[in-house]
């Protein structure tokens, strides 16, 4: 049933560390644009180890979970079901919750990936590189099952990780070649290149950017643009980055939450903008 002006819901984000979330900026955002003024999204610093307490403690004014890491696995044997999507990653980063108590698990992250590059003209690709091999590396993989025609080349610093996205590569259905993280900059010359690495690792690369990028989807957005987006955007390559992929997730996750059909993405993107500029 669709949320109405009169209800009294919670939502909130959960993580550790959680003070730098833009999750309540959007949602709340979205809340004003929908004209649900009882509506109210908080953050909580919640860690493996104190998440399934803070579950006992739900209750039915409870309508949505937003999760970030170290959560996103740790949540699922919380919950009653999953989605086939978040099943595809092990990874949860929606709990959605019935007055009736039940939890049920999405990704959101997956779509969200996929709807910002539609967002930016990138539909389809012949094939694409991801820079990095950790839990986003595996989303952005989900993603790249659903509009890559080839193959993907995962650079990563260990054989191990290498190992890692050669088994998600098999479990999702996408043919992936694994380099090691010194060969990196030929990640560049990929019609689209996803770098999924914490602040900081790609800005030796960005010397290396091709005269003639094509498509970086960055998903940083604190500090923005990192190096290698400003020297790709320089270039003359289109740049996807990290509030593009927040704002859309954050769209499904509102819709799903609230019920209601059409979250206010424009105002959404908005709020997360003049956030990121008062910091």
């Known amino acids: 049933m669709p949320a109405r002006a009169t209800d009294r819901r919670r939502a909130a984000v959960l993580g550790s560390p959680i003070a730098h979330s833009l999750s309540p900026v959007l949602h709340r955002a979205a809340y004003a644009e929908l004209g649900l003024e009882g509506w109210t999204y908080d953050r909580f610093d919640v860690d493996e180890e104190a998440l399934p307490g803070f579950f006992e403690r739900l209750d039915p004014r409870w309508a949505g ?22 099943a595809s990653v092990e990874a949860v980063n929606t ?45 952005a993989l989900a993603a790249l099952a659903r509009i890559c025609t080839g193959e993907v080349v995962a650079y990563v610093r260990s054989e191990a ?20 993280w010194a060969d990196a900059a030929e990640a560049l010359h990929a019609p689209l290149v996803v770098a999924t690495t914490p602040a900081g690792t790609t800005d030796a690369l960005s010397g290396a950017v091709p005269e003639r990028p094509a498509t970086l989807f960055d998903v940083l957005y604190e500090p923005w ?44 993107r908005k709020a997360g903008e003049d956030a990121l500029a008062r910091r």
């Open 65 to 86: 979970l937003s999760l970030t890491m170290p959560l996103k696995r740790a949540v699922i044997p919380l919950l009653d079901g999953i989605s086939e999507t978040a």
């Open 95 to 139: 709990v959605v919750l019935t007055e009736d108590g039940r939890r049920t698990g999405d990704n959101t992250d997956i779509p969200g990936m996929v709807a910002a590059l539609r967002e930016h003209g990138v539909e389809t690709v012949e094939s694409a590189a991801i820079l990095g091999a950790g839990a986003t590396a595996s989303s």
């Open 161 to 180: 990780r290498a190992a890692e996205m050669r088994q998600w590569g098999e479990r999702l259905g996408v043919p992936v070649r694994t380099a090691g």
């Open 225 to 268: 643009p990192t190096e290698l987006a400003a020297r790709w955007s320089a270039y003359g390559g289109a740049v996807v980055g990290g509030l593009d992929l927040l704002v859309h997730q954050a769209v499904l996750q509102v819709e799903q939450m609230t019920g209601c059909a059409s979250a206010p993405l424009g105002a959404m």
